[in-house]
């Protein structure tokens, strides 16, 4: 039986990393098989792109050279990871997917949408996730969020906040256009209510299969 694909979005800041970080030990407690995985990156290859792509030296990156990396890392991500768990009947969690190549060149970049599905098209092999969580917050106190988190800020993180602000509402568009693969979670309360509602949503489209 195939697995479940399972996708964590938003914008930066939106704390989707640590809620995923949080839900799997306790999937894994209710006797799922698990995997966990990220993009860009994913994969050796992908990782070695991941540092390419978040090099805050790259400032001469164009946005289709940024698309066709993101792709590349997808394509062996896809390929190496995330079929072979789905065919061996594992839960695949990911933070991020191609939604975010939407929201981030499409929306934010400004590229084609046509032209970002065919390329994500051949990348996935036509690979689209069961359930995508989106963890919505304000772009002004996502970033916020990430410039005391004392983590680096890498090459996206750094764009204006008017990339960021077109990012959310490419997000919000994306779920309006397809409501039964998203569910929509207010990120601004505490990491245990999030959490908490992240389980509900997940278990009960689990359990409906």
Not at 25 to 49: A, K, M, N, S, Y
Not at 174 to 197: H, K, N, S
Request: with cysteine.
């Amino acid at each position: 039986m195939r697995g479940w694909f399972i996708t964590f979005e938003g914008p930066d800041g939106s704390g989707k990393t640590t809620q995923m970080q949080r839900l799997t030990p306790w999937l894994v407690d209710q006797g799922f098989d698990i995997v966990t995985t990220r993009e860009p990156g994913g994969t050796p290859v992908g990782e070695q792109i991941r540092v390419i792509l978040h090099d805050c030296a790259n400032t001469e990156m164009t946005s289709e050279a940024e698309i066709l990396l993101y792709s590349a890392s997808r394509a062996q991500h896809v390929g190496e990871v995330i079929l072979p768990a789905l065919e061996a009947g594992k839960i695949v969690l990911c933070d991020r997917f191609f939604d975010s190549t939407y929201a981030y060149q499409g929306y934010g970049r400004g590229l084609s949408l046509a032209d970002l599905r065919a390329i994500t098209g051949f990348a996935t092999r036509g690979l689209k996730p069961d359930l995508t969580l989106y963890l919505d917050i304000p772009p002004e106190i996502g970033l916020q969020r990430r410039e005391s988190s004392g983590e680096a800020l890498n090459r996206l993180d750094r764009e204006a906040l008017a990339f960021h602000q077109r990012v959310r509402h490419g997000y919000l568009d994306l779920i309006e256009a397809e409501p039964e693969r998203w569910r929509f979670v207010d990120a601004t309360g505490t990491l245990q209510e999030i959490q908490a509602v992240l389980r509900r949503i997940v278990i009960a489209t689990i359990s409906c299969s």
